[in-house]
């Protein structure tokens, strides 16, 4: 089992910047993927990013590339997501998740294994 705790979630601006981090603890796999997927009001839950643990390649959807960025600590076990230039359209509750074993990164959700709680990000115009 693995248990995934986010953090960082709130309440920003429009144009401003957050930064959120999801802790992985149990069980780990050398070769895991990290993601971060959102799901706002009456939507479907979508991907956002996702990293290769192990060689730390990346993988963006479009409506977020070039304004936030997933990044992991190794030693923390600890996956992150900045993200700069927030959009009112951004706004929605951020999941994270984790695939046991990843050979490619991929935005199909139905193939991450856990998923933390949740947290919040509004972004207000």
């Known amino acids: 089992q693995v248990q995934l705790k986010e953090s960082g979630g709130g309440l920003v601006q429009a144009g401003g910047s957050l930064s959120l981090s999801c802790a992985a603890s149990?069980?780990?796999?050398?070769?895991?993927?990290m993601g971060w997927f959102r799901q706002a009001p009456g939507k479907e839950r979508e991907f956002v990013a996702a990293i290769r643990w192990s060689l730390g390649s990346t993988l963006y959807a479009d409506s977020v590339k070039g304004r936030f960025t997933i990044s992991r600590d190794n030693a923390k076990t600890t996956v992150y997501l900045q993200m700069n230039s927030l959009k009112p359209e951004d706004t929605a509750v951020y999941y994270c998740?984790?695939?046991?074993?990843?050979?490619?990164?991929?935005?199909?959700?139905?193939?991450?294994?856990?998923w933390g709680q949740g947290t919040q990000v509004t972004v207000s115009s």
């Open positions: 149990g069980r780990t796999f050398s070769s895991l993927a």
């Open positions: 998740a984790v695939r046991r074993v990843a050979a490619t990164l991929t935005q199909d959700r139905k193939l991450y294994d856990y």
